[in-house]
């Protein structure tokens, strides 16, 4: 299998997870949907095994890694799925399977540095120990403060994205217009247009970085 393609930006290793200013967001009309579930939204031209998942819409956008300008504040929507489904890094894209103890690294912002707690929701992949230490020195949402986390369990918990009205189909935004996460047993996730995946961390263990991978270099 071929290595996954890497792209730069300005001297800055743009994360698998970015989107690109050439990936648009796709059309796709929103029309009150009745399935198996019940009612909810969906598209007029709806392809269920690519615009539905965990029983929720999903945000159409194409998928042309590298092509215009890379949205470094953004999240795209189907590899932040995929990094969460499969475990890959945010970073590289790379599977972060293969530690002996067979726990996973999380890295998040924490400018007051809380640790990362047991049950805590996130919508942030993991991350592979090379690309956690590289993305302290480089990545500006980190500077200010970060914390890491070995994880035993990361379980699908649910999604993030706009809520739309049964009854306006129009979307409900939350506070600061913010994605709002959703579980898989709420009655709203077939209302949801989702545009992340939302796990809980469980089996955390704290860590430090430097010591962690000086750690690994010298076993």
């Not at 993305?135 to 999604?159: D, F, K």
């Amino acid at each position: 299998m071929r290595p996954l393609r890497q792209f730069y930006w300005k001297g800055m290793h743009v994360p698998f997870i970015t989107p690109w200013t050439g990936e648009q967001a796709q059309p796709g009309t929103v029309v009150l949907r009745t399935g198996r579930g019940g009612q909810g939204i969906g598209y007029a031209d709806e392809l269920s095994h690519i615009d539905r998942r965990y029983d929720a819409l999903w945000i159409r956008r194409a998928a042309v890694r590298g092509l215009g300008k890379p949205d470094l504040a953004a999240v795209h929507p189907y590899r932040q799925r995929q990094a969460m489904s499969h475990m890959l890094c945010q970073v590289c894209g790379t599977s972060t399977f293969g530690r002996p103890d067979e726990r996973h690294l999380f890295l998040m912002r924490s400018a007051d540095g809380r640790p990362i707690t047991e049950g805590e929701q996130t919508t942030t992949p993991p991350v592979c120990e090379p690309c956690a230490v590289e993305s302290v020195g480089a990545c500006p949402h980190l500077r200010n403060g970060y914390t890491a986390a070995l994880v035993e369990r990361a379980q699908m918990w649910g999604v993030a994205g706009l809520v739309h009205d049964p009854d306006t189909l129009a979307p409900v935004h939350g506070p600061e217009d913010q994605p709002v996460a959703v579980g898989l047993d709420s009655p709203l996730i077939r209302w949801t247009l989702a545009a992340c995946t939302v796990v809980t961390l469980h089996g955390c263990t704290t860590v430090d970085l430097e010591h962690l991978t000086t750690q690994k270099a010298t076993a």
